[in-house]
């Protein structure tokens, strides 16, 4: 917006990729511009983006590992060039990239001698590595290396709590933190009350995500931050018309189907905003539902039963466990009179 003699002049905000490499399989790097701004904003949304992009982004990580062969974490084996701790921090450099929902397990088996690295894992289908390349251990002799791992998805960062290793596990430090840096600038241009602003966000990430992919990750995590201030205002809305309702001279079910499509019109935009992949359905759900394009609440609201059961490999289990997260987290979300909600089992 631009003011001008008591009057706004709208100015259509645009963003652009102006710069985009990959330095190596683990950092990437993007820069992107926002304008025209007005004095203020360009600071504003700078300063949130990085702290949403920092610390509002789930990342994936081995959280732990486990081997009846590993007396303590900073034992040696003979045959393994590494000791315990050696082993525990090549783990923790592992890039991973997945849609996992709570904790899933991998493994290492392999026989010597050679040398160990990340393609040797062996993945839940949810999971993948982002370098295959990078280094676990070294076997110099005939011997059979055989390790259980425990990957988690979250975010932020964890320290490994001191526990009782005799049963042979360790906790790893998890860094879930797919954006490494972030960095904005502003730019001025105009002269006196046309004065404006050009924002500069530089975005570097571990290869897990594109600093693209990351900007709009960030992007919808912030507006979900935001959604319970639009449902409150829905709310107080919905309280206003009910107040008023016997002062409105049109009749009764005129009013009902205004109530309603206001509502509809509010849980639309809602929906339009939420995705898949906060609502906490299984990994092999989620991946049958990003496969036949279905990314948003409300894309799935859109689709009945029947279409649903034309997804395919989905199950009518499947459709049923869709029905209960979706009344349980988002009903308020979810248009009341459409098939998925009404057509119950």
């Known amino acids: 917006m631009l003011r001008e003699k008591g009057t706004v002049s709208p100015r259509k905000l645009q963003w652009k990729c102006v710069e985009s490499r990959v330095d190596s399989k683990r950092f990437y790097y993007g820069r992107f511009i926002l304008s025209p701004l007005m004095k203020g904003q360009a600071d504003t949304i700078g300063l949130v983006m990085r702290r949403v992009l920092l610390g509002e982004m ?36 592992i890039v991973l990239r997945s849609n996992l929902y709570g904790t899933r397990d991998a493994s290492i088996c392999f026989r010597g001698p050679g040398d160990i690295t990340a393609h040797d894992i062996i993945l ?31 975010r932020g960062y964890r320290r490994k709590t001191p526990n009782n290793p005799q049963d042979g596990s360790y906790p790893i430090d998890a860094v879930f933190m797919p954006v490494r840096d972030v960095n904005h600038s502003i730019h001025y241009y105009g002269n006196g009350n046309d004065k404006l602003e050009i924002l500069f966000l530089e975005i570097w990430t571990d290869g897990s995500f594109t600093p693209k992919e990351a900007l709009r990750e960030a992007s919808r995590n912030l507006i979900h931050l935001f959604m319970p201030f639009l449902q409150a205002a829905e709310e107080e809305q919905d309280i206003d018309l009910e107040a008023n309702k016997k002062s409105i001279t049109l009749p009764f079910f005129t009013f009902h189907e205004s109530l309603i499509k206001f509502r509809k019109t509010k849980q639309k935009i ?30 799935l609201s859109n689709k009945s039963q029947e279409d649903l059961m034309k997804v395919e490999h989905f199950r009518i289990e499947d459709v049923k466990q869709i029905l209960e997260i979706l009344h349980k987290h988002f009903e308020t979300y979810l248009p009341i009179e459409t098939n998925l909600i009404k057509n119950k089992f």
Not at 60 to 86: F, L, N, W
Not at 124 to 146: G, K, M, Y
Not at 283 to 295: G, M, Q
């Open 270 to 299: 809602a929906a339009k905003w939420i995705f898949i992949d906060q609502s906490e359905l299984p990994s092999r759900i989620y991946n049958c539902l990003k496969r036949s394009n279905i990314h948003t609440l409300l894309d």
């Open 124 to 154: 839940p289908p949810s999971v993948e590595i982002v370098d295959t390349t990078q280094h676990i251990a070294s076997l110099t002799e005939s011997i059979d290396f055989c390790i259980r791992l425990q990957i988690e998805r979250d």
């Open 58 to 93: 789930d990342g994936t990580c081995i959280t732990r590992a486990k081997s009846e062969k590993m007396p303590h974490e900073y034992s040696t084996r003979a045959g393994i060039q590494e000791s315990v701790h050696d082993l525990l921090m090549n783990l923790k450099e």
